[in-house]
């Protein structure tokens, strides 16, 4: 009798254990189902989501009069001095033409207007093409003067001095970093068609840019811009 007993008690003990145990996961799944509902639970992020986007820089450890621009097309964003005016971009090849290969774009200001000293340029001015972009026959190919595949960053500056800058006794070459990528910069004067000297400031950033690649270049033509172009090449990201 006293075993029928044990028998029966340790039955019930176990009956009495999955009884609990069902409840309690059955609570335990709709308690969460009940609070995903209650709290709208969002789906988690993908980390590629933002992988293509490029997001504005800041600018207000600059000073005031800063401004921020984005290109999310080409994917890069930079800081400029509200009075330049409004960053103006310009395709500079949508117009079919049998002259030119590839892509190339500029990017000026509206507040900056064009001088005329030795040709017509931008006090400072942003451009950028595509790596196969190249003028037919002997048109001149405008601010794009540099033969970009003769950038080397393994040689010297003063090996890339002499294969880039032949002549050019009155600018100095140097090695830099633009956002990261290597790049070159260019300063000092150079003459002009009419025999007088002129200013220049470039930065040279060969194949770079997100997406696709581009060779990037900052020319300024104006000393008086130098200071403000130097942060603004600093504040660049792509």
Not at 84 to 89: I, R, T
Not at 161 to 187: F, N, P, Q, R
Not at 218 to 236: G, P
Request: net charge positive; proline share 4%.
């Amino acid at each position: 009798m006293k075993n029928k007993m044990k028998t029966i008690l340790a039955i019930l003990l176990a009956v009495l254990v999955v009884a609990v145990a069902v409840i309690y996961f059955w609570q335990n799944g709709n308690f969460k189902k009940w609070q995903k509902e209650l709290l709208g639970e969002k789906p988690a992020i993908s980390k590629n989501l933002f992988k293509n986007v490029t997001f504005p820089v800041r600018c207000s450890g600059l000073g005031e009069g800063w401004m921020s621009y984005t290109d999310q097309r080409m994917k890069f964003s930079f800081c400029y001095k509200k009075e330049w005016g409004v960053p103006k971009l310009e395709d500079l090849t949508s117009t079919p033409s049998t002259e030119a290969v590839g892509k190339s774009w500029s990017l000026a200001f509206t507040n900056n207007p064009e001088g005329k000293r030795f040709m017509e340029y931008f006090p400072i001015s942003i451009g950028y093409q595509t790596l196969d972009f190249a003028i037919k026959g002997d048109v001149s190919p405008g601010p794009f003067i540099i033969d970009w595949e003769k950038i080397d960053f393994s040689k010297t500056e003063a090996r890339l001095t002499k294969v880039l800058l032949s002549g050019e006794k009155d600018i100095k070459l140097s090695k830099v970093k633009v956002a990261g990528h290597d790049a070159l910069k260019e300063t000092g004067f150079f003459v002009g068609m009419d025999g007088a000297k002129e200013y220049v400031t470039k930065w040279l950033v060969p194949k770079t840019m997100v997406d696709e690649k581009y060779n990037l270049e900052i020319s300024v033509y104006d000393e008086k811009y130098a200071e403000d172009a130097e942060k603004m090449v600093n504040s660049m990201k792509f």
